[in-house]
């Protein structure tokens, strides 16, 4: 029996239109420390309906079924949306380096 390797990427389709309207996934497996980081990116046309948020939480959720013990993001500093995706799953801001903000969401 095979097992199915759900640390990957994912497409985001609307029910409604049926369209793809964006991507998330895990960017590697998790590491020694069950810590797993995820990216994803919305067409314009679907920014600010709650879609990333309820997709950024469900694969979270997959994380933390399939084992991981954190899941880290990390940001543009310029990039609020995406930063309010993140606070609403739960996420903390742990550093910023140069552009970037990392997030970590403990399990």
């Known amino acids: 029996m095979s097992q199915v ?3 990957g990427p994912y497409t985001l389709t609307e ?3 049926r369209l793809c309207i964006g991507g998330i996934g895990f960017k590697r497996l998790p590491d020694a420390t069950g810590t797993v980081e995820i990216g994803y990116g919305i067409c314009a046309s679907r920014q600010g309906l709650g879609f990333m948020t309820e997709a950024a939480g469900r ?3 997959l994380a933390r079924v399939e084992g991981a013990l954190a899941v880290t ?3 543009l500093a ?3 949306a995406s930063q309010r995706v993140l606070e609403k799953c739960g996420f903390t801001r742990l550093s910023t380096q140069h552009e970037s903000i990392w997030w970590r969401l403990q399990l």
Request: net charge neutral.
């Open 15 to 17: 029910k409604r239109t």
């Open 73 to 75: 993001a990390e940001t």
């Open 5 to 7: 390797n759900v640390w």
């Open 59 to 61: 694969l979270c959720e």
């Open 78 to 80: 310029l990039n609020v």
